[in-house]
């Protein structure tokens, strides 16, 4: 099968390594930019928690972090990693790779969310959390790409791919991507069951 993978160069490599070992073709084909919006440290000290939601959220914040948090949580399975991966240590990943389900485990405290420009707020307005924007994400428009299958792992991947031209069924890291690619016309083939790397590998082997 001819797979797109859309993801951002550094964050496509491991998911097309895993496909291309599985016998896939894999078109490379980024969507997506990410600019970081300042250098400023970040202090933490005055936060129970900081709550950071995407792998690239994490990045940027491991990169301006003036100190250790006293509590760090991440929206999901790869966010997490990304932060093990800048030798933070994760506290809280909840069950639910959503804001929704961290927003159901999340203990009280005094709350930091960190993520990227214009990013859904629910965290910040039910539990009346600071928000710090890290980075911005700008959508690319290169020619439309071809294969059987695209990977979305984004809900902004899901509006540039479908800016193309390109028709190709996709398979999505979550609800709201899928979401996304329906609204704007886009076939789903399948939504991952979890909201990582593993689960776009097992959504893809379920075609």
């Known amino acids: 099968m001819k797979i797109v993978v859309t993801r951002a160069e550094a964050q496509a490599e491991p998911l097309a390594r895993r496909l291309e070992a599985l016998g896939h073709e894999v078109v490379r084909c980024p969507l997506i930019r990410v600019e970081p919006l300042s250098d400023d440290p970040i202090d933490p000290s005055p936060y129970d928690w900081v709550v950071v939601t995407s792998p690239n959220g994490a990045n940027e914040l491991a990169r301006r972090l003036s100190g250790k948090p ?7 399975p790869g966010t997490a990693e990304a932060l093990q991966d800048a030798g933070l240590h994760v506290d809280l990943v909840p069950h639910d790779s959503r804001q929704e389900g961290l927003l ?22 039910a539990r009346r959390a600071d928000f710090v924007p890290l980075y911005r994400t700008v959508e690319l428009r290169p020619p439309a790409p071809e294969g059987d299958v695209a990977i979305l792992a984004s809900a902004s991947a899901a509006r540039a791919l479908a800016a193309t031209g390109a028709r190709m069924p996709v398979v999505a890291i979550g609800p709201q991507t899928a979401a996304e690619a329906a609204e704007h016309g886009l076939e789903i ?15 893809v082997t379920s075609l």
């Open 104 to 125: 159901a485990e999340l203990p009280e405290g005094r709350v930091l969310v960190a993520a990227a420009e214009g990013a859904r707020r629910l965290l910040v307005d």
């Open 70 to 76: 006293r509590s760090l949580a991440a929206i999901g």
């Open 189 to 203: 083939a399948a939504v991952a069951r979890s909201h990582d790397l593993d689960g776009l590998v097992e959504a």
